[in-house]
């Protein structure tokens, strides 16, 4: 037998072969698909996860931000002065203030779970 | 717009078909539905791949499963080349390391199979069978570049980036696989 001809003749069987899993490649898709979306569904609940934590521990190290914020904005302790006021005097409106400061810092560790998804 | 006519249910006759560097790129957004195009597209090939590597239908399917799972994460760092090519040096990869993480249950795979060769590639289904029987008889390296290049269809360069083997190598295999079968496939009485 010719060189040229075996060789085609041994694509044809491959191909030939590999038409036997067309029968159920649907099937195959949908387990596939099923795969990629539980990894999607674990990723996105790994990730909501992290960013609540991170948005806890922001919040638990406000002082630290705060004087980093201080420091990085050159305003010599201003905003540090101002969080502690507002955190020895409790009056309804410093409160209300703090808990926009916290809930904005863990709206933006959650928003940023999303966009990751 | 293409999703719309890869939507409709008579596109795959009548419409016409989406490139997988389209379909790709609308996965890399995160389109699902151009995912399972690309799934539906490759899995006969990356499954009849990973068959001839294997030698084991539910263990090329568990691979070829993870295979696409992976592609599905890497999706983004496709380069628009040709996505057979892509997927199936993926899954060799894929392969590669199955069968590092199980190096002990194989071999025992390996040697029942051995043992129970005629059990395992019948001699009577035909020519793929036979092509299954032949395969099976070629040492590991030679295997590899026949099924990648003949069977799936790759370059002899991209079967030399696939398996990190030089191009030398890789044509000297393949022509030596391929000698190898013709000869055996000429004792079944195919060739």
Redesign the interface.
Known sequence: ?MKQN??T???L??R???????HD??Q??R???N???R?KRIRRLTLSVFAMMGGVLAVFHMPAIVSLLDSFLGLDGQINSVVADALLNPTDANVEWLSAIFVGVITFFVAFAAEQN | MVKNLIDFPMSRSSAPRVPDSDLATMAASGD?FA??KL??RH???V??LLVRLTGNQADA?DI??SS??KA??KISSYNGGQFKSWICTLAYREFLQENRRNKSRRHLIEELAETNQVAVFPADKG??R???RALAQLPDSQRIAVVLC??V?LSHNEVAVATGWPLGTVKSHVARG?SA??TL??DYG??
Request: hydrophobic share 50%.
């Open positions: 037998m075996f060789d003749e041994l694509e069987i491959f030939e072969a590999d038409a036997a899993f067309e490649g649907d195959f898709t387990t596939v698909s795969g990629v979306r990894a | 699902m995912f399972e799934v539906r899995q006969a090939t499954r009849g399917d070829a499963q696409f799972l599905w994460s020519l793929s036979d092509l299954d003949i069977g269809g391929k079968l013709q496939l000429g195919v060739a």
